[in-house]
T-cell receptor
Framework: EAGVAQSPRYKIIEKRQSVAFWCNPISGHATLYWYQQILGQGPKLLIQFQNNGVVDDSQLPKDRFSAERLKGVDSTLKIQPAKLEDSAVYLC????????????FGPGTRLTVT | RKEVEQDPGPFNVPEGATVAFNCTYSNSASQSFFWYRQDCRKEPKLLMS???SGNEDGRFTAQLNRASQYISLLIRDSKLSDSATYLCVVNEGGKLIFGQGTELSVKP
């Protein structure tokens, strides 16, 4: 079974630039999550989708971050404009259903903002 | 107060040692609890769930004390391959809240 795919794996941008990350969840998984993991910290949920609807985006900085999951499969997370403090690993995860405790994570995108 | 708090670490132990990690959580209404493992520069993966009755998986034992809002993970007979960061995770209304992780380094 294919795992969660993410791209790119690494990205370096300057502050105030824009960046987008892509995620393809495990086939059949209805719930998709985007997390931000800053070095030395645990993952922090940014947004959760159930199919193509947003379930929780309470910790998404909506002035600069946006996410969508068109057709309930792939998802993109965008940052515009980026700040230095956005440097982190952005992890995408999926689960069979909302509230399922086992989430399967992708390899992440390591973002460096200079 | 952080929602999920763990020992800061790192823990440096010799092979064969027994090591215990502790975790506390702030929301008494939390529904379920887990330990995830994260290898260096890799994604987190579920290690085991934590039940009130305690549960064991080989060399790993997890315990939950709801009254004290405390979770633990015990690793016996540590192996080099156990070196990783261990994340304490709490399920709050379908949302996973991760602790900051405790790094374990097992030395030969």
């Amino acid at each position: 079974e294919a795992g969660v795919a993410q791209s790119p794996r690494y990205k370096i941008i300057e502050k105030r630039q824009s960046v987008a990350f892509w995620c393809n969840p495990i086939s059949g998984h209805a719930t998709l999550y985007w997390y931000q993991q800053i070095l030395g910290q645990g993952p922090k949920l940014l947004i959760q989708f159930q199919n193509n609807g947003v379930v929780d985006d309470s910790q998404l900085p909506k002035d600069r971050f946006s996410a969508e999951r068109l057709k309930g499969v792939d998802s993109t997370l965008k940052i515009q404009p980026a700040k230095l403090e956005d440097s982190a690993v952005y992890l995408c995860a999926s689960s069979l259903w909302q509230g399922a405790y086992e989430q399967y994570f992708g390899p992440g995108t390591r973002l460096t903002v200079t | 107060r952080k929602e999920v708090e763990q020992d800061p670490g790192p823990f440096n132990v010799p092979e064969g040692a027994t090591v215990a990690f502790n975790c506390t959580y702030s929301n008494s209404a939390s529904q379920s609890f887990f330990w995830y493992r994260q290898d260096c520069r890799k994604e987190p993966k579920l290690l085991m769930s934590v039940y009130s009755s305690g549960n064991e998986d080989g060399r790993f034992t997890a315990q939950l004390n709801r009254a004290s809002q405390y979770i633990s993970l015990l690793i016996r007979d540590s192996k080099l391959s156990d070196s990783a960061t261990y994340l304490c995770v709490v399920n709050e209304g379908g949302k996973l809240i991760f602790g900051q992780g405790t790094e374990l380094s097992v030395k030969p």
